[in-house]
């Protein structure tokens, strides 16, 4: 029950504004922080009373030894100091666990798992809206670790500045006072350490900080190259370049290894500075504490006090720098984080945007231009007007801008001008959500989930029955082959795994699972992206039928190289870089002689005839 009380003091999941995090450091930590401001405050305090109470164990050392001395009759000591080793025992004892288990409560069961999953949570929601080109533009792998990094990282840094900070300032406070108690002399070679210790962080800390930061980028660019590996392992051993695919991934090792070694010679040399400095301070304050013992100046639980202290100090200075190590170490990894995760989304909805309405699905592509940043046109001016429950046929030589016309129906990017309606409403104005919702999409590369074959149909309607699944699998005659599935963890049928991005399947059982996904979306608009390119002509020839009753009543685009695929469309729209310069039904078409005839000419060989 206490477990969990404290367990429950950060809500991971809790809802919070969908932004993007702020770009400067400070503000980045700043941003996460004060979310659970509270629960940091309190770790502060409560740090600031157990660093009080370890220095105060060694004052009460010092106190015993002088109360010894000072007892004549040592059968009375206890009965004379009774009030004093009472109070001792009550921190000692009480007191410290207390703190302690307080401070560790804090610590381990709300701060470490609360603000860790809840970094990892919120840049998680922030960086799966990024657009198309985001991920286009990474490895996956490389983004997936920035994710999952920063959050513990985040945080143990900023619970090592709050743990370093108390120990420094009320061990070295408190020495400082009980030393200039004792005698004043006492306060020299502490003062001249301090100075010393904090000249060698000022001096070694940025340096370890960049150094971090390049080892922890190296360390991200290993990552990115070692599962861009293992996702393309197929093809790796296709083309048998296991070689060429170790050299790849040993020159980023190499480079992070180099980067490594050198933030360690940093460390390494400022290690053996602070030992030296360590060295003359314990030798310097015990000199001095035996000197000022020798001339009656001070007491002997004094020398003990010191001593003491010191050697706590010692050790503490040990654990601050490999403290302060960790701080930039763990600040460099933000750093390389935040990359990827402060990038701002190129595609975002509009605050004042409303959910798409489709009543009709009638299309109309406006005057748009897109050209992917790039110099030249991709699509420069392209209009098409599509009749609600008309059925189109994309046609055009590959990099007309056909697949780049149906990525930007689906709004993964936005125009540089011109617009797209549907149904009189342009979409840069609606929800993206609520824009895809409303068309179903069966590409060319199918890649289907890592999960069960249930879970990914249901991508097409969470709230599916499995008679609602299996009447889909049916028309899309994916139902011999799903019974015969298995998985090496038990699944069968339904519950198989289907491997990353469908790997466990052939290329047309992954799109007849993509055909029944989107018969079950059941949306008013089809895009049909070389639907059926992975099938075989019998196969291709078996779900036609399933494809007519996916298409029926509803609004399609259909692009195929294999343009006996298409050329039952209503229209044929030909596309050649990015622009439309044909029009018409297949026999139109075939009757101009342009370019969709060629097309026609060099599939057919001349040899089949056009009905």
């Keep these: 029950m206490l477990f969990r009380r404290f367990e429950s003091l950060i809500d991971v999941f809790r809802p919070s504004p969908d932004v993007a995090p702020p770009t400067g450091m400070l503000r980045f930590y700043g941003h996460y922080l004060k979310q659970v401001w509270p629960l940091m405050l309190a770790v502060l305090i409560i740090g600031f009373f157990a660093a009080l109470i370890e220095v105060a164990l060694f004052s009460f050392l010092g106190q015993l030894i002088d109360m010894a001395q000072a007892s004549t009759d040592a059968s009375s000591f206890f009965s004379e100091h009774q009030s004093e080793l009472w109070w001792m025992l009550l921190v000692a004892l009480i007191i410290r666990p207390v703190v302690f288990g307080l401070h560790n409560l804090l610590t381990h069961q709300a701060v470490n798992p609360g603000l860790t999953n809840l970094i990892r949570w919120q840049n998680h929601r922030y960086v799966l809206k990024q657009s198309l080109s985001f991920f286009q533009n990474d490895f996956a792998g490389r983004i997936a670790q920035r994710v999952m990094q920063t959050g513990p990282s985040l945080r143990d840094s900023a619970m090592q500045v709050i743990d370093a900070l108390w120990h420094v300032v009320v061990?070295?406070?408190?020495?400082?006072?009980?030393?200039?108690?004792?005698?004043?002399?006492?306060?020299?070679?502490?003062?001249?350490?301090?100075?010393?210790?904090?000249?060698?962080?000022?001096?070694?800390?940025?340096?370890?900080?960049?150094?971090?930061?390049?080892?922890?980028?190296?360390?991200?660019?290993?990552?990115?190259?070692?599962?861009?590996?293992?996702?393309?392992?197929?093809?790796?051993?296709?083309?048998?370049?296991?070689?060429?695919?170790?050299?790849?991934?040993?020159?980023?090792?190499?480079?992070?290894?180099?980067?490594?070694r050198l933030q360690s010679r940093t460390i390494t040399a400022l290690d053996f500075l602070i030992t030296c400095l360590n060295g003359v301070l314990i030798v310097g304050t015990g000199a001095l504490a035996l000197w000022l013992w020798s001339q009656s100046l001070i007491t002997t639980g004094a020398i003990a006090l010191?001593?003491?202290?010191?050697?706590?100090?010692?050790?503490?200075?040990?654990?601050?720098?490999?403290?302060?190590?960790?701080?930039?170490?763990?600040?460099?990894?933000?750093?390389?984080?935040?990359?990827?995760?402060?990038?701002?989304?190129?595609?975002?909805?509009?605050?004042?945007?409303?959910?798409?309405?489709?009543?009709?699905?009638?299309?109309?592509?406006?005057?748009?231009?897109?050209?992917?940043g790039k110099k030249g046109g991709v699509i420069s001016g392209l209009e098409i007007a599509i009749e609600p429950g008309e059925k189109i046929g994309l046609v055009g030589p590959s990099g007309a801008g056909k697949s780049t016309l149906v990525n930007l129906l689906l709004r993964l990017y936005d125009l540089e001008s011109g617009r797209i309606l549907i149904d009189d409403q342009d979409i840069a104005t609606v929800t993206q959500e609520s824009l895809r919702a409303n068309i179903g999409v069966v590409t060319q590369d199918t890649a289907l989930l890592h999960r069960s074959i249930r879970d990914n149909l249901r991508y097409g309607k969470p709230g599916a029955s499995d008679d609602e699944l299996w009447e889909a699998v049916r028309k899309a005659r994916a139902d011999a082959f799903i019974p015969t599935l298995d998985d090496s963890q038990g699944g069968r049928g339904m519950d198989a795994q289907v491997g990353e991005r469908g790997v466990k399947l052939s290329g047309g059982q992954r799109q007849r699972i993509a055909i029944a996904r989107v018969l079950l979306k059941d949306a008013p608009i089809l895009v049909l992206d070389e639907a059926t390119s992975a099938l075989d002509s019998e196969v291709e020839a078996a779900i036609q039928e399933s494809l007519d009753s996916l298409m029926e009543g509803k609004t399609v685009i259909a692009i195929?190289?294999?343009?006996?695929?298409?050329?039952?469309?209503?229209?044929?729209?030909?596309?050649?870089?990015?622009?439309?310069?044909?029009?018409?039904?297949?026999?139109?078409?075939?009757?101009?002689?342009?370019?969709?005839?060629?097309?026609?000419?060099?599939?057919?060989?001349?040899?089949?005839g056009v009905e």
């Design 560 to 608: 195929a190289h294999r343009l006996s695929t298409i050329a039952r469309m209503d229209r044929l729209v030909v596309i050649d870089q990015g622009q439309v310069i044909e029009t018409g039904t297949h026999a139109e078409l075939i009757a101009h002689g342009g370019l969709y005839a060629r097309l026609w000419q060099h599939q057919t060989g001349g040899f089949v």
């Design 171 to 260: 061990y070295a406070g408190s020495a400082l006072y009980l030393f200039a108690a004792a005698d004043l002399r006492l306060v020299v070679p502490l003062s001249l350490w301090i100075v010393g210790y904090s000249a060698a962080l000022w001096y070694f800390v940025p340096r370890i900080k960049a150094r971090s930061a390049a080892a922890s980028s190296a360390r991200s660019k290993v990552m990115g190259r070692v599962v861009d590996g293992y996702s393309n392992i197929a093809t790796l051993k296709l083309f048998a370049h296991s070689q060429e695919e170790e050299s790849y991934a040993r020159e980023a090792m190499q480079d992070l290894l180099d980067k490594f």
């Design 306 to 372: 010191a001593l003491g202290l010191v050697i706590r100090i010692n050790n503490m200075a040990e654990w601050i720098m490999w403290v302060v190590n960790g701080i930039f170490e763990n600040v460099g990894t933000v750093q390389d984080g935040m990359q990827s995760i402060v990038q701002p989304r190129q595609v975002l909805d509009r605050a004042d945007a409303k959910p798409l309405q489709v009543t009709q699905g009638g299309v109309r592509f406006e005057d748009i231009h897109f050209h992917y």
